[in-house]
Structure formats: C-alpha cells, structure tokens
C-alpha cells in the first residue's frame, strides 16, 4: 500500500500512543509517536510530519504551547487538539491558533 502521509501523535497516555499509532499505520499511514513534547521535538528534528494530533495536556508543557511554536517551525504541518478536557476557553484558545481540528476523546 502506497504511503498516504506521515502523522505525529504526542499523548502522554501509552494506550492511546498504542490504539492511534496501529490504527494509522494499518491504514498506510507513516506514523511517530511520543510521550511529550521534548520527544515529538527530537522526532521533529530528524524528519516532517504532514499532521501533529496533539494532547491538551502534556507533562512537560501544554498543547496549545507546542502547536503555537509548531505553527511558526512547521507552518505546513496541520495541528489537531485532542483532548479528555475540553472546556470553552481551550476551544477559544485553539480557534485562535487556528488548529485544523479539536478532537474530545
């Protein structure tokens, strides 16, 4: 199956790193994966991603925080937030980063 594009996935819940990465590569999807945002930023370093599904809430720094950088490094990189909190003012706060998508999980 040909490549359809590459995906990085930073959750910091290994289950859901498990569940999305088998899921996009059975489906020929070129896929990394990491825990926080220092390792998606070690993954960044080395190769380009087409689409960064982001957790809100990380354990090294906030979501939000590594979209708005990634948007001025990697401003053809489509962001998505993911998140078990959602709330309005994150909503607001993603609208305003103009993230492709909020996903609640």
């Avoid at 925080?65 to 993911?82: E, F, G, H, T, W």
Wanted: net charge negative; proline share 2%.
């Amino acid at each position: 199956m040909a490549g359809k594009g590459s995906v990085l996935i930073i959750d910091d819940e290994q289950s859901v790193l498990e569940i999305l990465e088998q899921y996009l590569i059975d489906r020929g999807y070129e896929v990394g994966a990491a825990g926080d945002g220092a390792g998606a930023d070690l993954l960044l370093a080395v190769r380009s991603f087409d689409v960064a599904l982001v957790d809100l809430k990380l354990p090294d720094c906030s979501g939000l925080d590594l979209i708005s950088r990634y948007q001025n490094d990697y401003p053809a990189m489509k962001c998505v937030i993911m998140t078990a909190f959602a709330s309005i003012d994150s909503t607001i706060d993603a609208i305003r980063l103009n993230v492709f998508d909020y996903i609640q999980k």
